[in-house]
């Protein structure tokens, strides 16, 4: 599965692109925003590092599309709560970013069962994966293992490699969108954003 770092930017890159009628001209916030939400499902590890366990409920029901229409309602309530003017577009930040998740989990490397991620719960208790794996596994430990040996676990020389071809794929794939969009709306200053 992939890096929050990978996660990221291709929560930043989606969010960019799909958003219709977007001109460019992002603001920091919103890039932040779209990086977090595209790390969300992986918050399920938090649970269990109370508890000793840190992959103990990860890749479950946080890696489905029910948590991510959840996250979206959840954040849409929010910023409506808070008199955000574009909470439409924080709902967008929310959903996309969320399902682009699910995306690069379902075409990485899972190294521990069950396989692939729960998709379709509660309709469904299959886990999917692709045959076409784009991205590598991080170590995190494996089920069952203490907070302790998932931490040593992670700083390895495997996950550096994993972590350079997310930044190579997808650093340069959301660079070019930001540079792009960013061209764009200079060149159409008064464009509604």
């Not at 918050?43 to 992959?55: A, H, Q, R, T």
């Not at 521990?112 to 994966?129: E, H, M, V």
């Not at 991080?138 to 040593?152: P, R, V």
């Amino acid at each position: 599965m992939c890096s929050p770092i990978g996660h990221g930017l291709a929560g930043i890159a989606v969010g960019l692109i799909s958003r219709p009628g977007f001109k460019g001209g992002f603001s920091f916030s919103l890039y932040l925003y779209a990086f977090f939400s595209a790390n969300v499902p992986d918050l399920d590890f938090l649970p269990g590092l109370l508890i000793g366990d840190i992959n103990r409920w990860h890749h479950s029901y946080s890696h489905t599309l029910f948590a991510a229409l959840l996250y979206t309602v959840l954040a849409l309530l929010a910023a409506r709560g808070f008199g955000i003017k574009k909470w439409r577009l924080v709902g967008w930040l929310s959903l996309i970013p969320y399902l682009s998740h699910l995306l690069l989990d379902y075409l990485s490397l899972d190294r521990g069962a069950p396989f692939g991620i729960p998709l379709l719960w509660p309709l469904s208790d299959d886990y999917f994966y692709s045959e076409l794996l784009l991205f590598g596994a991080i170590d995190h430990g494996g089920f069952g293992a203490t907070n302790t040996e998932a931490l040593i676990d992670i700083f390895n020389y495997a996950n550096l490699l994993v972590i350079t071809r997310e930044l190579l794929i997808l650093g340069l794939l959301t660079g070019s969108i930001v540079t792009l969009k960013t061209i764009y709306s200079r060149s159409r200053p008064n464009q509604d954003q």
